[in-house]
């Protein structure tokens, strides 16, 4: 079984950075995508940011520029910087990754708050 681990969320205040991490673990597996999503208080969850096997990226337009995933694959872990942050990224970051063979694995979710 696969499991992800998320960490890094935290509460920092307008402007400042975070950097999430989310760790794959468990039984010998293939990773393809890897991605993140939020969802904020009362909205449904949505797509932040999404990179393949190959490192081609898909983002979110009110992140670019901001944000910027990344993935190391030699320790099945995916990253997420965060710069500049605004209020309005406020939510649960949840990672989620497609393993070969076994479909959609996704992490327990870290809260980050932003303040203004």
């Known amino acids: 079984q696969v499991q992800l681990v998320e960490s890094g969320g935290g509460l920092v205040q307008a402007g400042e950075s975070l950097r999430l991490s989310c760790a794959a673990s468990?039984?010998?597996?293939?990773?393809?995508?890897m991605g993140w999503y939020r969802q904020a208080p009362g909205k449904q969850r949505e797509l932040v940011a999404v990179?393949?096997?190959?490192?081609?990226?898909v983002y979110v337009d009110s992140v670019k520029g901001r944000l910027t995933i990344s993935r190391d694959n030699a320790k099945n872990t995916v990253y997420l910087q965060m710069n500049s942050l605004k209020p309005e990224d406020t939510a649960v970051y949840y990672c989620?990754?497609?393993?070969?063979?076994?479909?959609?694995?996704w992490g327990q979710g870290t809260l980050v708050t932003v303040s203004s």
């Open positions: 468990g039984s010998t597996f293939s990773i393809n995508a």
């Open positions: 989620r990754m497609i393993v070969a063979g076994r479909g959609e694995v």
């Open positions: 990179i393949a096997t190959g490192g081609s990226t």
